[in-house]
């Protein structure tokens, strides 16, 4: 059952209308691990870091059962930071500072250790990094997940166009589908960007929940309406963890599979923006993720008779 995690471990400084986080643990491939870990195990973790990333945050992922193997660790130089600022709405932020670092030259190699991973998720690099991970694979996973954003889209499309060919599921938001497309309809950008590559396609719409797409078929997930929203930075990596963490553990990528699976992601990324960072997924317990799929249940669970 195991889970093939590729994206970035890095220091985050965040300003919310709640309040600021000072320097904290972010990246897409910590959110995931975090999120994942609770479905499957092992968690093969492929990264890079500087010196000044706390071994104790690395221990603590370990301790998850996430496999590290696959992380460099780049003693001189600092891992990557990026700072931002929300607005009070929370959907819209400001970037701040972008500070690559040792992700400017980042090249992952795939330790022998993670050949035959069955499930591989890709999340936000290079449209070139995340194809040579692919190339990296002995044997293709049963399936590929790939998360990917405008800025790609913006500065290297021919290659994001090379990946998506080799990739089973994609992940975007809803202004990343339009921007890929052309199109304003969802419903004309999903067809889309399935004759593009991938088989699946989830669009991301924040506290509005998400799509997904396959063939003639859609599928909508509410998100949780929650009281407090503190900080979603991580939500979507999280919703991908909990997402590819079920399919892992069940090895059952159907369609109807695939429905509960982004529930499960939903129920997951609720919880990480209840905190700054990593700090709620740090803490919950299954009995917690049990509840809150519950609470998804009766949220969409209606009885209709027709007269």
Known sequence: MSLTVVGSMAFDDIETPFGKSGRIIGGSATFIAWAASNFVKPINQVSVVGGDFPQAELDALSAKGVALQGVQIKKDEKSFYWAGKYHMDMNTRDTLVTELNVLGDFQPVIPESYQGSEFLI???????????VIKQMKKRPKLIVLDTMNFWMEVAMDDLKK?????????VNDGEARQLSGEFSLVKAARKILTMGPRYLIIKKGEHGALLFH????????????????????????FAGGFIGHLAKTKDISFENMKTAIIVGSAMASFCVEKFGVGRLREITQDDINGRLEQFVQLVNFDIDLV
Not at 163 to 171: A, H, I, M, P, S
């Open 215 to 238: 063939e003639n078929h859609v599928f909508f997930a509410p998100a949780l309406p929650l009281e407090d929203v503190f900080d979603p930075t991580g939500a979507g990596d999280t």
């Open 122 to 132: 890709l999340g936000n690099l290079s449209p070139q990094v995340q194809l040579d």
């Open 163 to 171: 990946v998506l060919k080799e990739v089973d599921v994609l992940l």
